[in-house]
């Protein structure tokens, strides 16, 4: 079974730039979760969904943060204007719609913000 | 009260010996336990977990030893092996039965694992 699919694997771009970083979840997960994983912070969860439908986004740094869901199979994160301080690797993950399943990762984006 | 606290931040472990990651907590709602690895380029993925029902789980070569009063739970690799090498992420969660609304993962900062050979 394919996993949890993030794209791109790296991205390099400079300051002010707009950054869009891709998931498709794993067929048939009901949840779907937004990371960011820096030395300092550790894993912070952003955003989560489930059935497509944004839940808590509380974990959103800024309003240049923004997260969609369009489909089942697709999920997007959007930083603009970049800036440097957001520069770590973002992780998508997706689960069952059971509370108690474990989370699948992506293998993340690793976003450098130049 | 919402935080994981893990211990060590870095660890070395010759081949053949114990690995033990420790992490604490406070808040007394938290009831599940699970622990993820992390290789290098890839994304954390679920090793064990653990509900304080009881005391030790094991599976294989790893085993969680859970304390309820001292609100603290750990993770021991017995017979460590290079392959081991990883970071380890304790995090915690209240149990929620099944439709009754979603729980937050909260993650402890992480313990880099070097198993040297």
């Known amino acids: 079974d394919a996993g949890v699919i993030q794209s791109p694997r790296h991205e390099v771009t400079e300051m002010g730039q707009e950054v869009t970083l891709r998931c498709k979840p794993i067929?048939?997960?009901?949840?779907l979760f937004w990371y960011r994983q820096t030395m300092m912070r550790g894993l912070e969860l952003l955003i989560y969904?489930?059935?497509?439908?944004?839940?808590?986004d509380s974990g959103m740094p800024e309003d240049r943060f923004s997260a969609k869901m369009p489909n089942a199979s697709f999920s997007t994160l959007k930083i603009q204007p970049s800036e440097p301080r957001d520069s770590a690797v973002y992780f998508c993950?997706?689960?069952?719609?059971?509370?108690?399943?474990?989370?699948?990762f992506g293998d993340g984006t690793r976003l450098s913000i130049l | 009260q919402q935080q994981v606290k893990q211990s060590p931040q870095s660890l070395i472990v010759q081949k053949g010996g114990i690995s033990i990651i420790n992490c604490a907590y406070e808040?007394?709602?938290?009831?599940?336990f699970p622990w993820y690895q992390q290789f290098p380029g890839k994304g954390p993925a679920l090793l064990i977990a653990?509900?304080?029902?009881?005391s030790e789980k094991k599976e294989g070569r790893f085993t969680i030893s859970f304390n309820k009063s001292a609100k603290q739970f750990s993770l021991h690799i017995m017979d460590s092996q290079p392959g081991d090498s990883a970071t380890y992420f304790c995090?915690?969660?209240?149990?929620?039965?099944?439709?009754?609304?979603?729980?937050?993962?909260?993650f402890g900062t992480g313990t880099r694992l070097l198993v040297s050979p």
């Open positions: 808040n007394t709602a938290f009831d599940y």
């Open positions: 653990i509900r304080p029902d009881v």
């Open positions: 995090a915690a969660r209240r149990y929620a039965p099944l439709n009754t609304g979603f729980q937050k993962l909260v």
């Open positions: 969904f489930n059935n497509n439908v944004p839940i808590d």
């Open positions: 067929s048939g997960h009901d949840y």
């Open positions: 993950a997706s689960s069952w719609d059971d509370d108690n399943q474990p989370q699948h």
